[in-house]
């Protein structure tokens, strides 16, 4: 009777994977400290800059009323640039020839226009067009007439302007987010009957938000930081408000530092709200 003896499986060395360390990235970024640091200095120690204005004026009355108008202008030039977007890429993807080309010439037009020609545009409306009335055409009869400057004050020019540029840009990304959802679904949703106009509104958008949102937040950073540019008709925004009060001390990189300190502060608030939009959608797609 032989007996056949086992062996004990041979155990294998365990190797432990290292990273090798370069030391390239520390020293560039020490590099990069020190060149951060002595431009701070520099600044801080220079006797042509008085920082004591700029704290003076950092929370001033007139500051904060042009961060209000800034805050305003911001939200209502995106809320009405979405509402308008939205429109003009659902029918920049009509079926339609005439609204298809309708919404490309808008898209084409407000895109290509630079931001500071549209509101300067805007802003002198009221050169070309004196009046604004309303009433039946081709007799005297007449609802209501307005001076156009009355109705449409620096402010009102500033929200129009950055609208319907804005409205170009968001009809883009409303199209991308459209185009990203599957085509099987409008088909599926089609076979059970459902109206585009429902499909639309219940089954594709809400899917299309996951891509629309993160462009979307990106466009309203830079709607806030482009709000900067009603300053050449007067809106009374931030930086308005900063180059009012400089033309006045002739401390300009001083009032130029407080604007820049409020703009850093709206985009940082803004970040963070698009962080969170952004983390709840992701949690809804799971």
């Known amino acids: 009777m032989t007996t056949t003896q086992t062996r004990p499986p041979a155990t294998r060395p365990v190797y432990r994977v290292v990273p090798r360390r370069s030391v390239f990235p520390w020293i560039l970024a020490a590099v990069l400290l020190v060149i951060v640091v002595g431009v701070i200095g520099a600044l801080a120690t ?155 509104r219940r089954i594709v958008l809400p899917q299309a938000m996951r891509v629309i949102v993160p462009p979307l937040g990106n466009q309203f950073i830079n709607l806030i930081k482009g709000t900067s540019l009603v300053s050449v008709i007067a809106g009374g925004d931030v930086l308005t408000e900063a180059l009012n009060i400089s033309a006045s001390n002739y401390r300009v990189i001083e009032m130029l530092a407080v604007a820049t300190f409020w703009y850093l502060i709206l985009v940082a608030v803004a970040s963070i709200g698009q962080s969170f939009l952004e983390r709840r959608l992701a949690k809804g797609a799971h």
């Open 46 to 200: 220079n006797p042509a800059l008085n920082w004591a204005t700029t704290l003076q004026y950092l929370f001033s009355e007139r500051i904060l009323r042009g961060v209000w108008i800034t805050i305003q202008l911001s939200v209502l030039a995106m809320l009405f640039g979405s509402a308008l977007g939205v429109v003009v890429g659902l029918l920049r993807m009509s079926k339609n020839r005439m609204l298809r080309t309708i919404a490309s010439v808008y898209i084409m037009i407000f895109r290509s226009v630079p931001a500071l020609l549209q509101l300067l545009l805007w802003g002198n409306i009221g050169l070309v067009v004196r009046n604004i009335s309303m009433g039946i055409p081709f007799t005297d009869v007449q609802f209501f007439s307005v001076t156009t400057n009355s109705l449409i004050a620096p402010f009102t020019a500033a929200v129009i302007g950055l609208a319907l540029l804005e409205a170009a840009f968001v009809a883009e990304i409303v199209r991308g987010g459209v185009a990203s959802i599957d085509r099987g679904q409008f088909e599926a949703s089609s076979a059970l009957g459902m109206p585009p106009g429902y499909t639309m």
